[in-house]
């Protein structure tokens, strides 16, 4: 059975960082594309960032672009978001997910185009 397992998350003051870690298994990691989306309270799930299978080029939310990076480790099925300068909106849920094949500037942020889900972990951020 797929797993996608995400750590990392935490309480944190205005102007620190996380990082968060997602380990992948049981399905071919390097073919999927991997994101990372985030769900508040009362809010819809929203696109994070995201890194493609095979070319590995990374998108961005608006909203964390220069401050959030992400990166995947192929060899150890991993994925990571490094979070910096968080801010209280940063505040929600973090999920990973995976989507087969590449995701492109114009889908990465759809929550339909991802095959798999993990649990969640939480971020706080006050």
């Known amino acids: 059975q797929v797993q996608l397992v995400e750590s990392g998350g935490g309480s944190v003051q205005a102007g620190g960082s996380l990082r968060l870690s997602c380990a992948a298994s049981?399905?071919?990691?390097?073919?999927?594309?991997m994101g990372w989306f985030r769900q508040a309270p009362g809010k819809d799930r929203e696109g994070v960032a995201a890194i493609s299978a095979f070319s590995s080029d990374t998108y961005y939310a608006d909203s964390v672009k220069n401050r959030f990076v992400i990166s995947r480790d192929n060899a150890e099925n991993m994925v990571y978001l490094l979070m910096n300068s968080l801010k209280p909106d940063d505040t929600a849920m973090y999920y990973c997910?995976?989507?087969?094949?590449?995701?492109?500037?114009?889908?990465?942020?759809?929550?339909?185009?991802?095959?798999?889900w993990g649990q969640g972990t939480q971020v706080t951020v006050s």
């Open positions: 997910a995976a989507a087969r094949g590449r995701q492109y500037r114009n889908t990465w942020y759809f929550t339909g185009d991802y095959n798999y």
């Open positions: 049981r399905f071919t990691f390097s073919a999927y594309s």
